[in-house]
């Protein structure tokens, strides 16, 4: 972790303005193309949800501004952030937030996620924690994922405290919705993902979107950086 000098800031006059607001937070929604994503889950067998977890958290890591967090004494910038991110167990109507530590690659993180999920839902009703998994990591050094499957939704505003110093960038999603862009799968991918029968969404010539809401305070993320975060996330997406 590593103090940023204001003085000699580059966004010091961004900071200077936004920190004047009693509310400087702020949302954007977009579009994602996920069937890659997807398609890498069930060739893998692991969570589609927690490809998406693991994506989203990888690719804000790589973007520093979403790594900046405000303490009483300044800003500071953290060298790596793990994915906090909501949960339901089946059978169960009250959701719980499970803590995942990173780790170097998605399936490896899939593994960690997946056992660490099978320990919690093996304990009873009784057992049941609100905060779950690793939770040694500090608040600070997460980021909060959510996803309402239910629905397709098209803009989230996540719940917080009025405290300006709030600095955790929120990313919300709701469930993946099939829309037909006239595109095809070609020869190359179709023999790549060893398709077969008409089920799969490429196979239909139809992509798997999710409408992602990015929640952040303006005193440390612009729109360049809420940008460049849809920009790379859809790449890594891509080359999987």
Request: glycine share 6%; aromatic share 12%.
């Amino acid at each position: 972790m590593k103090k940023i000098d204001i003085g000699n800031w580059s966004r010091r006059q961004q900071w200077e303005h936004f920190s004047k607001l009693g509310f400087p937070f702020y949302h954007v929604s977009f579009y994602i193309d996920v069937t890659q994503a997807y398609s890498f889950a069930k060739l893998h067998g692991v969570s589609f949800y927690h490809t998406i977890c693991y994506l989203v958290t990888a690719t804000m890591n790589d973007i520093e501004n979403f790594r900046y967090r405000i303490h009483e004494d300044g800003v500071y910038l953290l060298d790596r952030c793990h994915p906090s991110f909501t949960v339901l167990q089946p059978g169960c109507t009250e959701f719980q937030i499970m803590n995942c530590r990173m780790e170097d690659s998605v399936e490896e993180f899939c593994a960690r996620a997946a056992a660490i999920w099978k320990e919690i839902c093996s304990r009873g009703p009784q057992e049941r924690e609100f905060l779950c998994g690793d939770t040694d990591i500090p608040e600070e050094e997460c980021y909060f994922l959510s996803c309402l499957p239910w629905i397709d939704a098209t803009g989230m505003c996540s719940e917080r405290g009025l405290d300006t110093s709030d600095s955790i960038p929120r990313v919300s999603w709701g469930r993946y919705t099939r829309m037909d862009r006239g595109d095809d799968y070609t020869p190359k991918l179709k023999d790549w993902l060893g398709l077969t029968g008409q089920e799969h969404p490429v196979r239909q010539g139809r992509r798997l979107w999710i409408n992602m809401t990015v929640d952040v305070n303006h005193r440390l993320v612009d729109g360049y950086h809420i940008g460049l975060f849809s920009t790379l996330l859809q790449e890594t997406i891509d080359r999987l």
